[in-house]
């Protein structure tokens, strides 16, 4: 009991407890709050499964292996399942807030974290070798499959939110209504295009989900059609060096956008002189 309160007391990252009451305060919590606790939850995540629990379940073992190892697990998912679960609920409490442009780069922070972290969370709570026989882990199948499904739920709000991104700078905005900034740039184009310099930071995740979203758009003909040629997704979050590269893709259609939206503004000037300063 003393031990999994200190994993507790240690893990934090999420405050105000687990279940619908973490729930609740992640949608209360104000932005540059709730970036905050982000960074914690990061670092805690981190330090959870690559140092916290790895140790607990060896102090099980080293005490309990000998007499019995069913003991031992027991132990360790008695000692470890509170703090695993109330990390993954405050990550997909994260997953489903309102949806933001300015959270996709948290959003993907916590991805990034999570995804090469799935392994050692399935050696930990997923099935485990004893005396050459296959023995599921007591209790923690489902933690497992949760860790799992919350990298999918933070993966699908990642794309979710890059998708209203693109919906906002694709759609037709009226060009005399378009905003110019004190620097004499419509805002639009700047906002965009610092937006896009920032995702360039997340290449590699961005492409995976990108690519699974546009999977699910077109179907399986896409991933036959990979498979045939020989394209897979790489190893980890990255693509290997196939030529497809989805965000790539995305980010020369949103420039696209942006060129044609400075092109019907400055159409709006008889001047010449002056229809070149959005060019």
Not at 124 to 143: A, C, N, P, Y
Not at 160 to 185: N, Q, Y
Not at 243 to 272: G, N, Q, T, V, W
Request: proline share 3%; aromatic share 8%; charged share 20%.
């Amino acid at each position: 009991i003393l031990q999994g309160t200190i994993l507790l007391s240690a893990d934090g990252g999420g405050g105000g407890g687990g279940g619908p009451a973490m729930f609740e305060a992640v949608q209360r919590m104000p932005w540059q709050d709730l970036q905050a606790e982000i960074v914690a939850w990061i670092s805690a995540m981190k330090v959870a499964v690559g140092l916290l629990f790895p140790a607990e379940k060896r102090l099980c073992h080293y005490i309990f292996g000998d007499w019995s190892a069913g003991t031992a697990l027991s132990c360790f998912v008695g000692i470890t399942k509170k703090a695993m679960l109330e990390l993954l609920t405050f990550a997909d409490a994260v997953a489903i807030t309102e949806c933001s442009h300015e959270k996709l780069f948290k959003i993907l922070d916590m991805y990034e974290c999570l995804h090469p972290l799935i392994p050692a969370i399935g050696s930990l709570f997923g099935q485990q070798q004893e005396d050459g026989h296959s023995m599921r882990s007591v209790g923690t199948s489902g933690i497992y499959t949760e860790a799992s499904e919350t990298l999918g739920r933070l993966g699908n709000a990642a794309r979710i939110t890059f998708s209203a991104f693109e919906t906002m700078v694709l759609r037709h905005d009226d060009p005399s209504k378009m905003l110019i900034s004190d620097r004499g740039r419509l805002r639009l184009v700047e906002y965009v295009m610092n937006y896009l310099r920032f995702l360039s930071d997340f290449m590699n995740p961005m492409n995976q989900l990108l690519w699974e979203r546009n999977d699910d758009q077109t179907g399986s003909v896409s991933s036959t059609s990979r498979a045939s040629s020989g394209d897979q997704p790489g190893d980890d979050i990255g693509l290997g060096n196939q030529d497809f590269r989805p965000l790539s893709l995305s980010m020369l259609r949103l420039m696209e956008a942006l060129e044609k939206k400075l092109d019907a503004k400055s159409k709006l000037y008889k001047d010449l002189g002056l229809s070149y300063l959005f060019l």
